[in-house]
Every structure is written in structure tokens, then in C-alpha cells.
């Protein structure tokens, strides 16, 4: 959960990348907030993690080896690294 605000309030993120705001003390959203929920149309259609823009997409799809397979060989030392090649 993510601190809020300044009056103890938690963010708690959806499993569609939207986050809700819930009561800190029983971490169940509070009525009339899904209204305020960050919208975030940019989806990795590998793990579903959503962005609110493009940028932040591309950077996870760059840096997160579960959903990049060539960033993951390369961790494990099975797929030539790029920039030596240069």
C-alpha cells in the first residue's frame, strides 16, 4: 500500500494497475473511490501491468526480465549482449 495524502489514507493497487483508495486500518476501499482511480490505458500484454503513459511502458518491457525473454537470457548468459557487439 502506498501512503496518500495527508490524512492516513493508503492506496492499494488493482489487479488492472488502477489503484483505490481503502481505510488504512481494515485495507477495504472506501465507498464513492473507484471514481478515483488513476486511469492507465498502457497494458504489458505479458504481465498486464498498467501505465498511465507510454514512457513508463516502455521502460518496464526494457528493464523487467519476466516480460522481456531476450533481457532474460541475457541474465542467465544465454543470448549475446548487444552492446558488446558494437
Do not use: W
Request: hydrophobic fraction near 25%; charge should be positive.
Amino acid at each position: 500500500h502506498k501512503q496518500h495524502g495527508h490524512q492516513n489514507q493508503q492506496l492499494k493497487e488493482n489487479d488492472d494497475g488502477t489503484f483505490s483508495i481503502v481505510d488504512p486500518l481494515t485495507s477495504i476501499p472506501y465507498p464513492g473511490t473507484v471514481g478515483m482511480e488513476k486511469e492507465k490505458p498502457y497494458r504489458c500484454e505479458v504481465c498486464g501491468k498498467r501505465y498511465k503513459n507510454l514512457n513508463g511502458l516502455k521502460y518496464h518491457r526494457s528493464h523487467a526480465p519476466h516480460c522481456n525473454p531476450e533481457l532474460a537470457l541475457q541474465k542467465l548468459g544465454l543470448a549475446p549482449n548487444m552492446q558488446s557487439l558494437q
